[in-house]
């Protein structure tokens, strides 16, 4: 059994920590993060040397060992009986989480094509309030249709006004509708870093406020407007957990918000929305 051998496991662990193979390394961040789970009180008299390696492999260029590491933030934070270890490290963990929020070149790349639809109105569910979840780990959206049923394709207007309807056609746009909403929907590091400081919030309200009012604050006023998003962003994921602490800036944030509406990068607006209600 593992367990019983756990001690040379976690000793093992370390010896391969810093290797350069990144996937060496997402493996070691992943069982980090089975262990916290499943034996935490392995882990906490090495937390402090444990918290500065996923700090750092949250940092890591390898958006796979950083999703890897963050992972463990997000864990450790859905755990109350570890909050009491947990607490001295927000300071560190929730600045890096925000860094972590910031769009990813797979992000942009699927933005380029949205943006090609800048000037179509958001369908219904495009705009409906977006939750990042804790364990279920995966961007969750209400159904587009009561019974869960997807619309049927827009037939095509032909020269005389008929309705056309193309197989071939059909199925590009299927496919292409399956892409947009694969890439909506999978998990990556800015949504894990999403529900990481969704959990922080609700365990520790004001606290991770104080932390990060002043980052938050410079990316929301960023002139860069993928740090503008992603203060956004970070913003609606702390509302719930800091609404009461968040309360007294209402009269800033509030104007802002509603001007950031009008703002050309859909997105973006489809965030404020959220935020706003």
């Known amino acids: 059994s593992l367990f019983v051998h756990i001690d040379s496991f976690i000793a093992c662990l370390f010896k391969r920590a810093s290797d350069d193979d990144p996937s060496v390394r997402r493996h070691v961040c992943q069982a980090l993060v089975l262990l916290l789970a499943a034996r935490p009180e392995k882990l906490m008299p090495e937390m402090s040397n444990v918290a500065e390696y996923m700090l750092y492999s949250t940092k890591d260029k390898n958006e796979n060992v950083a999703l890897e590491a963050c992972e463990f933030w997000l864990t450790f934070a859905e755990d109350a009986d570890l909050a009491v270890y947990l607490h001295p490290l927000l300071g560190k963990v929730a600045p890096v989480l925000l860094d972590c929020m910031v769009y990813g070149e797979d992000d942009l790349l699927w933005l380029e094509g949205d943006a090609e639809d800048a000037a179509v109105p958001d369908k219904e569910q495009d705009i409906k309030p977006r939750h990042y979840g804790g364990k279920s780990h995966g961007f969750e959206r209400d159904s587009a249709t009561e019974s869960g049923e997807a619309p049927p394709p827009k037939p095509r207007i032909g020269a005389y006004g008929e309705e056309q309807y193309d197989e071939d056609d059909d199925d590009d746009y299927d496919d292409e509708d399956e892409f947009a909403e694969e890439m909506s929907t999978e998990w990556n590091l800015r949504k894990c870093a999403a529900a990481a400081l969704d959990v922080l919030a609700v365990r520790f309200s004001g606290d991770l406020l104080s932390v990060l009012l002043s980052p938050l604050k410079e990316k929301l006023w960023s002139n860069d407007w993928l740090q503008r998003e992603s203060g956004i962003l970070a913003l609606g994921a702390m509302a719930e957990g800091c609404i009461e602490a968040i309360e007294p800036h ?17 997105s973006r607006s489809n965030l404020t929305g959220v935020d706003v209600t």
Request: no cysteine; net charge neutral; charged share 10%.
């Open 250 to 266: 209402l009269s800033t944030l509030v104007p802002y918000l509603i001007n950031t509406l009008s703002d050309p990068k859909a």
